[in-house]
């Protein structure tokens, strides 16, 4: 009798501590699923920043020259269909036209977006990490405070400070993604984005 109280005791002792040891690894496990799973369906929640796991990567079937307004499946979109102008670099305080902004993403342009709820120093401090062959602009109603594309490739930011803009530019910023990596956006048109859908 005593024998078996022994082995109870021990096979109980060996559940208990294999339970500590488990659930807070499960646990560690499902807030990184959920937080990347917020992060692509563009839900506020916990996300992991440590790295790019969290990066997007799509397929863009057609890189046609148009003049018709594109209605592109993402938002910002991160290729496909576009104006045969792209647009020109730099920093701007209106939403710029997607289908010449797209012309500057063929050429390996970085584009980083931003939603309107984003502070004036935030949109600075992007401002400040932009590459010369980038483009900074709002995009309203956007699915992430910020969010940084290159052709094909995506990445949801939790705002002006997070350290994977410097991951995701180091990774993908020279250009690396796009059909025309040698191009630049450097001598594009500055074309914004009218109520009514058109070209300003």
């Not at 647009?87 to 939603?115: F, P």
């Given at each position: 009798m005593r024998a078996l109280r022994t082995v109870l005791a021990v096979l109980i002792a060996g559940v208990l501590i294999c339970g500590a040891i488990v659930l807070p690894l499960l646990a560690r496990s499902d807030d990184k699923a959920a937080?990347?799973?917020?992060?692509?369906?563009?839900?506020?929640?916990?996300?992991?920043?440590?790295?790019?796991?969290?990066?997007?990567?799509?397929?863009?079937?057609?890189?046609?020259?148009?003049?018709?307004?594109?209605?592109?499946?993402?938002?910002?979109?991160?290729?496909?269909?576009?104006?045969?102008?792209?647009?020109?670099?730099?920093?701007?305080?209106?939403?710029?036209?997607?289908?010449?902004?797209?012309?500057?993403?063929?050429?390996?342009?970085?584009?980083?977006?931003?939603?309107?709820?984003?502070?004036?120093?935030?949109?600075?401090?992007?401002?400040?990490?932009?590459?010369?062959?980038?483009?900074?602009?709002?995009?309203?109603?956007?699915?992430?405070?910020?969010?940084?594309?290159?052709?094909?490739t995506q990445l949801r930011l939790t705002g002006a400070g997070d350290i994977r803009i410097q991951l995701f530019l180091d990774a993908y910023g020279q250009g690396e993604t796009a059909p025309e990596p040698m191009a630049s956006c450097h001598g594009g048109v500055q074309r914004l984005e009218s109520e009514d859908g058109s070209a300003a």
């Open positions: 937080g990347r799973m917020g992060s692509a369906n563009g839900q506020v929640g916990p996300v992991d920043t440590k790295d790019l796991a969290a990066v997007q990567k799509f397929e863009v079937p057609s890189i046609q020259h148009t003049p018709e307004t594109v209605d592109y499946p993402q938002s910002p979109p991160v290729g496909g269909n576009h104006d045969g102008a792209w647009l020109e670099c730099g920093v701007y305080d209106e939403q710029v036209r997607e289908e010449n902004a797209v012309h500057a993403l063929e050429h390996g342009t970085v584009w980083i977006t931003y939603d309107s709820s984003l502070s004036d120093s935030d949109v600075a401090k992007l401002a400040e990490l932009l590459p010369d062959e980038g483009i900074l602009s709002p995009n309203e109603g956007q699915s992430a405070p910020a969010i940084i594309t290159v052709w094909g």
